[in-house]
């Protein structure tokens, strides 16, 4: 057996500590308690000992991936314990567990010594003043450096000396070093260590590493070097490089090489930022490790903005807000002023000079904001948006669409979606997705559908028309395409089709790398650049060699093949709306627009600026603009570690509802199998929280099945409680406990952690969830006969008695074309202005036999307006459709306060039969 082969049986497995970081810190916590215990001298002195070095044991493999406390110090306190030193081990550990908790570390060196040292060392800041230059660096935000080398620990002391020795009072932040040996290391120091801002991959380090991660494998299978154990040593770090990118592509990465440096710079130049040769200056590495931090740091437009407010000014202008002075000089509304502080009227301004920008023709820091954006998101262009992201989808569809291009919609999405095609006037195809009645509300439309539509179209001699497939991803409650397989296989029916995906709740995910790859931006960098690659050419080949023997016109067979595009005509056509407020750092509205479509300078461009110009303020609120882009700055500089700990809190919430025993009497947790049906789980997972497999799971899963689960969304099975969700929602979560959630169903609530949910508010949570179960325990035991027979028969039908979803129905003919065909393509447009002069439509009571009679008699009652439940949130009837039974059963049925456009003292808006009749005569 070689030396290699005895390595790999020997590498331990570090899969236990997929959320390292909070396990880290819990570890600490409890190693800090038993040295206490046994700096008191206990009784138990012995056995907190061993407990001390069994904790020791546990941390030891992790420790090494980070520069705080580091190995160095970690050493020491295993010595303390062996020389028996209790008090200083205590103390250190304490200190350690507190800066670790906090994040202190990550603003100033904390200091472990002894109390005379600490003491000396505030003597000596107390000397150089509170407010001095020394005592500002001590402040700096500090990050760590990882350092991939295969050198000595002696060596490894002189590098962190030698780059300790660079540091300057001017410089803007402070870094440590973390040094690892091998390939692996890297990988999991990278994944682990959200502290890491930079990483210096020299040329002489190994390959496998002394712990291992199952997840990361996904990572090595990425690169063109699926066997690392072919590859050569020469060549790890270029690899290496290429894997970092795809894992931490906002990290900075630099390569210190003893080969050709110009050959090297060749291969890595889009991963890293600068390479070096061997004998590199260490100076000139510090430097740059600075300044690419600096450059994610830079915030063009809120600097401006702060610049701006702090210049004193005279104000001829709008705005008698502007610098607070309508408030100060008042005698009746101070009390604003000193709610909100005078920062953000210095800031408010109609000025787009002095420093500042237009956000309709931006020229300085808005335009440099937004191209920083675009880098962070991964698009070609990013615009950003005041007024939400309803705003966004309408000009993506007036930029896109024109009237009579056809528009294949999914029917459940937001309403500003079907507002947007009325006012393009393009013909509009519904695609129904696939329901789960027993939680009454609806999953994602699946590629089936999509594909079958499209060749229909096709087969109709449409497909010229057709423009554009919108989708949401993910969905409100949070069933997430497969976007790249999407893309793929429409592309393969038609290769310039735009795609527009609502990411409205989905902002977040570009942060993290098991949710990027199903993101609009990421999809459509992947797709390009694998459409353009030799193998893709050759996986064509193949593809159209067995494609012979299917039947391109059997509509039937296309549907069962994996479609692939042809490289010489697809064009990646992306764009993607988000609602930053609602997943990350920006004040309410503050929304993006990210696009990456080859055509747009050639096609797009001057449509989109006049879709923007028609739907953006002249009067864009600047603390928005501002937020968008402070929140940019901190997804790119801690965005991995932020989404990371929202998803742990998320699989915190599910676990502790699902083994909690007496919530499971009241409560259940819908798992990815009540989310997503078998057909759509290839992987054939069923619960991303498995106390047996833990987190591994996830990876297959969400590479390839159709549809899966957002983990931050905790969707609360209340049927057992006799509660509908949104009594359960207003009565009991939010008037009793405070705790607000905004999407109910019939039988459900959901929970969405984000970047800002903590350990706390998790825990919260489930005190309240248990105190509600425990009141319904009492409330059972006092119940009468009469009264337990009524609650049984409310749960019953919450439980089981509830409306089928509707599908959509179709558009009636007055409002298709004259060659409407299968597919059934409607004009929501000509019936939503038709509905503007009152004669041409009526009111029929729901509920007193009138409808029933209309339909009896066989008139097709037709919508005059959009009918709109919330929930589910979007449109149960839009104008110019046919209302069938199944929609009227659910509309009778469903038991929520707030249906849009419909009044139910008057009854449903609908088109009187003698405009039907002038409509139709006039479309033929």
């Known amino acids: 057996m070689t030396n290699s082969d005895k390595r790999i049986q020997t590498r331990k497995s570090l899969s236990h500590y997929y959320n390292a970081s909070q396990y880290r810190i819990d570890t600490w916590n409890r190693l800090k308690n038993t040295a206490r215990h046994l700096a008191a001298g206990s009784k138990n002195s012995e056995q907190h000992r061993k407990h001390v070095r069994e904790l020791f044991s546990y941390l030891s493999p992790v420790e090494i991936y980070w520069a705080f406390p580091g190995p160095i110090i970690f050493q020491q306190l295993t010595r303390h314990e062996e020389l028996e030193e209790y008090e200083i081990l205590s103390r250190k550990i304490t200190r350690i567990a507190a800066a670790l908790l906090s994040g202190e570390y990550r603003r100033k060196h904390i200091v472990l010594d002894s109390k005379i040292e600490m003491e000396a060392d505030r003597d000596r800041a107390a000397e150089r003043g509170a407010n001095s230059e020394f005592e500002h660096a001590r402040k700096r935000p500090n990050f760590e450096v990882l350092v991939v080398d295969g050198i000595s620990t002696a060596q490894m002391d002189n590098q962190r000396t030698s780059l300790a020795a660079m540091r300057r009072d001017e410089d803007r932040f402070t870094y440590s070093p973390v040094f690892v040996t091998s390939f692996n290391d890297a990988l999991i120091a990278i994944s682990f260590n959200h502290s890491i801002q930079s990483v210096i991959i020299r040329f002489d380090f190994d390959l496998y590493a002394e712990n291992e991660l199952p997840v990361l494998n996904k990572y090595l299978r990425q690169t063109s070097h699926e066997n690392m154990e072919e590859a050569n040593s020469s060549d790890y770090g270029i690899i290496l490089a290429d894997v970092i990118s795809k894992v931490r592509p906002e990290l900075d990465l630099f390569m210190v090489t003893d080969q050709s440096v110009e050959e090297i710079a060749g291969k890595v130049g889009n991963s890293c930022r600068r390479v070096f040769y061997n004998s590199e200056d260490y100076l000139e590495l510090h430097l740059n490790i600075l300044r690419g931090v600096e450059s994610r740091f830079k915030t063009p437009f809120f600097t401006a903005l702060k610049d701006y407010s702090s210049k004193p000014t005279g104000i001829f202008h709008a705005l008698p807000i502007s610098r607070g002075k309508s408030i100060i000089k008042s005698h009746w509304i101070q009390d604003m002023g000193e709610f909100y502080g005078i920062n953000i009227f210095l800031a408010e301004t109609s000025s787009t000079s002095g420093g500042l920008d237009s956000l309709l023709e931006p020229q300085g820091p808005i335009k440099e904001a937004q191209d920083l954006t675009a880098r962070a998101f991964g698009s070609k262009q990013t615009f950003f948006a005041t007024n939400g992201t309803s705003t966004c989808n309408k000009i993506v569809v007036q930029a896109l669409v024109r009237p009579n291009d056809i528009i294949l919609v999914d029917r459940d999405c937001h309403k500003s979606h079907h507002y947007g095609i009325v006012l393009a006037g393009a ?120 494609m012979l023997d299917v039947d391109s016109d059997n509509i039937e067979s296309m549907l069962d093949a994996r479609l692939m595009p042809d490289p010489d005509l697809v064009r990646i056509r992306t764009y993607a709306t988000q609602s930053t407020h609602k997943t990350l750092t920006a004040l309410r509205q503050g929304s993006m627009i990210h696009i990456y479509d080859q055509d747009y300078k050639s096609k797009v461009e001057e449509a989109f600026h006049e879709a923007y110009m028609t739907h953006t303020s002249t009067s864009p609120n600047y603390q928005i603009l501002a937020s968008l882009d402070v929140g940019r700055r901190q997804v790119e500089l801690e965005g991995f570690e932020l989404v990371q700990k929202q998803v742990e809190m998320a699989m915190i919430l599910r676990q502790s509802i699902r083994t909690h025993p007496l919530l499971g009497k009241y409560f259940g947790v819908l798992t990815v199998a009540d989310m997503v049906p078998t057909q759509y789980r290839e992987s054939g997972i069923q619960s991303y929280y498995d106390p047996d497999h833990g987190w591994n799971d996830i990876w297959e899963a969400w590479e390839v099945d159709e549809f899966c689960l ?63 179960a425990n009141e319904l325990d009492q409330q059972l035991e006092d119940m009468s006969p009469v009264e337990l027979r009524i609650h049984n028969k409310n749960v019953k039908s919450i439980v089981e008695e509830f409306p089928p979803l509707p599908d959509f129905s179709r558009f009636h003919d007055a409002f298709t074309p004259k060659n409407v065909g299968v597919v059934g393509e409607g004009d929501s447009r000509s019936a939503f202005f038709l509905a503007y002069d009152e004669k041409n439509w009526e009111y029929i009571d729901l509920d007193d036999g009138s409808l029933d009679a209309a339909m009896e008699s066989g008139r097709e009652v037709v919508s005059a307006s959009f009918i709109i439940p919330y929930p589910p949130g979007f449109p149960i009837l839009v104008p110019g459709q046919v209302a069938s039974e199944e929609i009227i059963e659910f509309l009778r049925k469903t038991e929520v306060s707030e249906i849009h456009g419909y009044r139910p003292e008057f009854g449903l808006r609908v088109f009187t039969q003698q405009a039907i009749d002038k409509q139709q005569h006039r479309e033929n």
Not at 500 to 529: C, I, K, V
Request: aromatic share 12%; glycine share 4%.
């Open 427 to 546: 013909n509009v195809v519904y695609l129904d997705s696939y329901p789960l009645n027993r939680y009454s509300m609806y999953g994602a439309v699946p590629l089936r559908l999509i594909k079958e539509k499209l060749l229909l179209l096709k087969a109709e001699s449409k497909l010229d028309r057709v423009k554009m497939l919108l989708l949401t991803n993910c969905t409100f409650d949070g069933v997430i395409y497969n976007v790249q397989r999407v893309m793929e296989e429409c592309l393969a029916i038609k290769p310039d089709l735009v795609f527009l995906w609502d990411e409205a709740w989905f902002g977040f995910a570009r942060f993290d790398p098991t949710y990027r790859q199903r993101t609009a931006m990421y999809s459509a960098n992947h797709l390009r650049e694998r459409f353009k690659s030799e193998e893709y050419r050759q996986e064509y080949e193949n593809y159209c060699t067995a």
């Open 710 to 772: 957002d983990a931050t969304r905790i969707t609360l099975f209340v049927g057992a409680t006799g509660m509908d969700g949104e009594t359960f929602k207003n009565k009991v979560l939010m008037d009793k406990y405070g705790i607000q959630i905004n999407k109910t169903s019939r039988n459900s609530v959901l929970f969405m952690t984000n970047i800002g949910t903590t350990r706390s508010s998790v825990a919260y949570l489930i005190e309240v969830l248990v105190r509600i």
